[in-house]
């Protein structure tokens, strides 16, 4: 089972007849977005998009959480983690996005006290051992981390930890979809689903949307042969004119999705507009923290200015995000912006896209199979 | 961060009213909170994002997956293809 999880879904032999199957299969061009940064990262790194037929084209969505956590909260970050009592915590990405003036990086080299954590649950041991300082957790992310970030408020509860606080930055899927099949200038004809985020959430919630979008959406995981799969599927749905809701990653993803672990983001968190950076504010796209654990809201818990955002002038990465541009038709692309000097947050973590056609842009000479 | 990692779990113990685990992850152990798989057992593989095992991987769906791949290959052998 260890190998096969790992390499099974990698077998180069099986890679290339999925490849021929779809070739037979298509027809005419087609344009399928990956919602997740993770597939995106998955399709650079393997070169899956050079494989393909060239009638296929991937549409890179904007799934990846670092990337479209909006300016003005990451200002907020700034603000809190460079006040003297707090310890900032954050997952490590988070650290080199750039606000409108610096980012968490530079708070910590000015004397602030950030530190990376890899679970909520680690920032909480923070709080429990320094309860003279206030312990904030930057809380991004999909419906992926809710569980986790969710369960970190219950124990804080739990435990009365009362030096512990979120800053709450919570994206959701589905209305991301609606937004993007909504705009006029639309292209995207089919779906892959993030796989990780029907894990807790199943997909249930995509079924109407594939019906009055009439757009196929199969829920897709991450290794090679899961995503050439879920291509597979949607371009048999485009050849044959039927939009359904189909299951391609069924080791780890039901209908219904992880009850208990919806239970608890319900139990903790409520609905709520949201903006996301680039693209805007997507109305009921984002959970925030239900009146009963205001206390564990740190926009609540800290008076934070408002100033006055600014991204980079030469950044696209709004119209990266939502599929209308590829990095590389950015100006600053690889030459101003690269991931160890980012200008826009899709080139700081490896799920953006501007990064991960940085990284592994070598795909485009070399033979493709070779990195699996 | 939105990558689960799959890992196989080596121990299953309470802290702090949660339950947890001993998870490896190809050779590295790593603590995991299992409160969302209650039906998990040692020797089961699961799938960990930020710190939380978010779901059993099904054994018999991969290999059923992997089967149904394999059988395209098969096919192709057999048949000979058109182009
Ligand atoms: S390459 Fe950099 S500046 Fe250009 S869109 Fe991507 S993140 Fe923005």
């Known amino acids: 089972m260890d190998t096969k999880l790992r390499y099974g879904f990698r077998d180069t032999k099986l890679v290339q007849a999925k490849v021929r199957q779809i070739q037979k299969l298509v027809t005419r061009p087609w344009a399928i977005m990956e919602i997740c940064g993770g597939q995106t990262h998955s399709i650079k790194k393997f070169g899956l998009d050079q494989l393909l037929p060239p009638e296929i084209e991937f549409i890179h969505g904007p799934g990846c959480p670092v990337c479209v956590t909006s300016l003005e909260l990451i200002d907020k970050a700034l603000q809190i983690a460079a006040l003297p009592n707090v310890i900032f915590t954050s997952y490590g990405d988070m650290l080199r996005v750039p606000g409108s003036k610096g980012d968490l990086f530079s708070v910590k080299a000015n004397g602030g006290d950030v530190r990376v954590v890899y679970s909520p649950l680690d920032s909480l041991k923070i709080a429990q051992e320094n309860p003279r300082k206030e312990v904030v957790f930057f809380a991004i992310g999909f419906e992926t981390t809710a569980p986790a970030n969710a369960m970190s408020v219950l124990q804080a509860e739990a435990m009365r930890i009362d030096n512990f606080s979120l800053l709450v930055s919570h994206v959701c899927v589905p209305p991301a979809m609606r937004a993007i099949l909504n705009s006029p200038s639309n292209r995207v004809q089919g779906f892959l689903a993030a796989g990780h985020v029907c894990t807790v959430m199943g997909y249930w919630e995509y079924i109407p949307i594939a019906e009055e979008y009439r757009v196929p959406i199969v829920v897709t995981g991450f290794e090679p042969l899961d995503i050439l799969e879920g291509v597979y599927r949607v371009v048999r749905q485009l050849e044959g004119g039927t939009h359904e809701v189909e299951n391609a990653y069924s080791r780890l993803v039901t209908y219904e999705g992880n009850r208990a672990a919806q239970k608890v983001i319900q139990q903790v968190f409520e609905v709520c507009d949201r903006k996301w950076r680039g693209i805007g504010t997507i109305p009921k796209s984002g959970w925030k923290l239900r009146d009963a654990y205001l206390k564990f809201d740190a926009e609540h818990r800290f008076d934070t200015q408002a100033i006055e955002t600014q991204e980079s002038p030469l950044c696209i990465a709004g119209l990266v995000l939502q599929g209308l541009k590829k990095p590389y038709e950015c100006s600053a692309f690889g030459t101003l912006c690269t991931p160890q000097n980012p200008l826009g947050a899709t080139m700081v973590s490896s799920e953006g896209a501007c990064a991960a056609y940085y990284l592994y842009s070598r795909n485009l000479e070399s033979p493709k199979m070779n990195h699996v | ?83």
């Open chain 2, 1 to 83: 961060m939105c990558l689960g990692v799959p890992g196989k779990i080596v121990e299953i113990y309470e802290a702090n009213g949660l339950a947890m685990g001993k998870i490896d992850f190809g050779g590295v152990l790593r603590e995991a909170c299992l409160t969302y798989v209650p039906e998990a057992k040692v020797g089961d593989y699961v799938l960990v994002h930020v710190g939380f095992a978010l779901n059993v991987i099904s054994e018999e769906e991969a290999n059923e997956t992997l089967a149904l791949l394999n059988e395209i290959v098969n096919l192709e052998e057999e048949l000979p293809t058109q182009d």
